[in-house]
């Protein structure tokens, strides 16, 4: 079960369901990108899966996903406007 944004976290991790192989076949962009593993599941629970997928959610409902902390910003917002993408208003 993916989370809907701005729910804590009910996603298969969460639960103890997960098998975390899963997660590594569609987190590669924010692998790389260096993100703590927590913010990662949040992302890919919430089905944002590159920095494109930012610009579908507003800067508020990203910062309410459970795992999504501050030090997860300092490096989201900068990789964004650098591929001159933006949250949705």
């Not at 990662?40 to 590159?50: D, H």
């Not at 930012?54 to 300092?74: D, F, I, Y």
């Amino acid at each position: 079960m993916l989370c809907k944004l701005g729910a804590v976290s009910d996603g298969p991790v969460a639960s103890g369901d997960a098998d975390l192989s899963e997660y590594e076949k569609v987190d590669g962009a924010w692998r790389d990108l260096g993100l703590s593993a927590p913010a990662r599941r949040a992302l890919v629970n919430a089905k944002i899966y590159k920095l494109e997928d930012l610009a579908t959610v507003s800067r508020s409902e990203l910062k309410s996903l459970h795992g999504m902390g501050p030090s997860t910003l300092k490096v989201l917002i900068p990789a964004m406007e650098a591929h001159g993408v933006s949250f949705r208003k």
